[in-house]
């Protein structure tokens, strides 16, 4: 009995040093991007200004880092997924999104949730893969970079991954604008940093810009991460319509549209619920659709006709009062290789 409980002295001894020593790395480690900081642009052939009076097509599309296909779940949503079973898996649904982006044929990609070098997706670098495969000018910011991510088991491992824009037009400055945090330590160094990817694109014949804005707020935080973060979102377009600037905003705000969850009803208490997007500035205007969800639960492989499938409109635009929305649809792809289904505007910029 001694030597057992001897035995176990030290093996508990070893787990709380090896826990220490773990934090103690990560906290070293740790992501911590200043509030603003420039983004490299990879250029391509197409590389245009924009005209006043000019139609834009954009997409919003929260990609699920290639591995949140139809069949899988996700331990954050109630399944037991960390990642998808194989590097093959992930390159057939890189190729699936690839097409669903190549489809759109359109001037401003707006993604989420792109790894550039994850354990979760085997190294693959999505980012370098849209990039070639779609020929436009590419930037990305990092939201998610940590060394080692130690839960659940399997632990998730080394992350990389963060909002990517591509557009054929011409990208003359691109930062990575921080949003605040709601996590505290220990909990915060092994958690996402959010941001904004802010672009600045010249129209033709000003001295104004587009302005393009590609985020992913707040999913699994006490809502006011969520309510913080979209404060500092609309700010800084409020900053840059101040400046005569045309502001075009989108991506995942993981909160609910105004009619999101009225197409939508929250079915159960105990699974993820989203917060509810508040009310914008006389002459500002959400762009969304909710004819077809733009998210899924990832409590359990996609089935349509389930009571356990859960749907949500959480991805879409924020426009300034001079872009005018012509048309906005969520293109229903079933999440066949993602959680999320592409959101698509057409807008015009007026003076």
Same mark, same amino acid.
């Given at each position: 009995?001694?030597?057992?409980?001897?035995?176990?002295?030290?093996?508990?001894?070893?787990?709380?040093?090896?826990?220490?020593?773990?934090?103690?790395?990560?906290?070293?480690?740790?992501?911590?991007?200043?509030?603003?900081?420039?983004?490299?642009?990879?250029?391509?052939?197409?590389?245009?200004?924009?005209?006043?009076? +000019?139609?834009?097509?954009?997409?919003?599309?929260?990609?699920?880092?290639?591995?949140?296909?139809?069949?899988?779940?996700?331990?954050?949503?109630?399944?037991?997924?960390?990642?998808?079973?194989?590097?093959?898996?992930?390159?057939?649904?890189?190729?699936?999104?690839?097409?669903?982006?190549?489809?759109?044929?359109?001037?401003?990609?707006?993604?989420?949730?792109?790894?550039?070098?994850?354990?979760?997706?085997?190294?693959?670098?999505?980012v370098e893969y849209y990039r070639h495969g779609l020929s436009l000018n590419t930037a990305f910011a990092a939201n998610y970079k940590v060394a080692f991510?130690?839960?659940?088991?399997?632990?998730?491992?080394?992350?990389?991954?963060?909002?990517?824009?591509?557009?054929?037009?011409?990208?003359?400055?691109?930062?990575? +604008?921080?949003?605040?945090?709601?996590?505290?330590?220990?909990?915060?160094?092994?958690?996402?940093?959010?941001?904004?990817?802010?672009?600045?694109?010249?129209? +033709?014949?000003?001295?104004?810009?587009?302005?393009?804005?590609?985020?992913?707020?707040?999913?699994?935080?006490?809502?006011?991460?969520?309510?913080?973060?979209?404060?500092?979102?609309?700010?800084?377009?409020?900053?840059?319509?101040?400046?005569?600037?045309?502001?075009?905003?989108g991506g995942d705000f993981n909160q609910s549209f105004p009619d999101g969850t009225d197409r939508y009803p929250i079915a159960s208490g105990a699974d993820?619920?989203?917060?509810?997007?508040?009310?914008?500035?006389?002459?500002?205007?959400?762009?969304?659709?909710?004819?077809?969800?733009?998210?899924?639960?990832?409590?359990?492989?996609?089935?349509?006709?389930?009571?356990?499938?859960?749907?949500?409109?959480?991805?879409?635009?924020?426009?300034?009062?001079?872009?005018?929305?012509?048309?906005?649809?969520?293109?229903?792809?079933?999440?066949?290789?993602?959680?999320?289904?592409?959101?698509?505007?057409?807008?015009?910029?007026?003076?």
């Open positions: 009995m001694k030597k057992l409980l001897k035995f176990l002295g030290i093996l508990v001894l070893v787990v709380v040093l090896a826990a220490t020593g773990l934090i103690g790395y990560l906290t070293a480690t740790e992501f911590n991007p200043d509030p603003v900081e420039t983004v490299e642009v990879t250029a391509a052939a197409k590389n245009r200004s924009v005209k006043g009076g +000019e139609m834009l097509k954009i997409v919003t599309f929260n990609t699920g880092y290639a591995g949140l296909d139809r069949t899988q779940d996700f331990f954050m949503d109630g399944g037991t997924g960390v990642k998808p079973e194989s590097k093959e898996r992930v390159n057939a649904n890189l190729a699936g999104i690839l097409g669903a982006l190549t489809a759109q044929n359109a001037q401003v990609y707006f993604l989420q949730e792109t790894d550039v070098d994850s354990t979760r997706t085997y190294g693959v670098n999505e991510v130690p839960y659940p088991w399997p632990p998730i491992g080394k992350m990389h991954s963060g909002v990517t824009t591509l557009t054929e037009l011409q990208v003359t400055e691109a930062t990575r +604008e921080s949003l605040p945090v709601p996590f505290k330590w220990p909990l915060r160094i092994a958690n996402l940093k959010r941001c904004m990817l802010v672009e600045r694109v010249p129209v +033709e014949g000003t001295e104004k810009e587009l302005v393009l804005v590609n985020f992913h707020l707040e999913a699994y935080d006490d809502g006011e991460g969520k309510v913080a973060q979209t404060r500092q979102l609309v700010e800084l377009m409020k900053a840059e319509y101040r400046k005569g600037n045309y502001v075009i905003a993820w619920t989203p917060g509810t997007l508040g009310d914008l500035p006389a002459g500002w205007q959400y762009a969304w659709d909710s004819a077809a969800p733009t998210c899924r639960l990832l409590n359990q492989p996609y089935s349509a006709g389930s009571s356990g499938t859960q749907f949500y409109v959480i991805d879409g635009f924020i426009l300034s009062p001079n872009v005018e929305p012509v048309s906005v649809r969520t293109q229903d792809a079933e999440f066949a290789v993602t959680d999320h289904n592409p959101v698509v505007l057409e807008a015009r910029l007026v003076s």
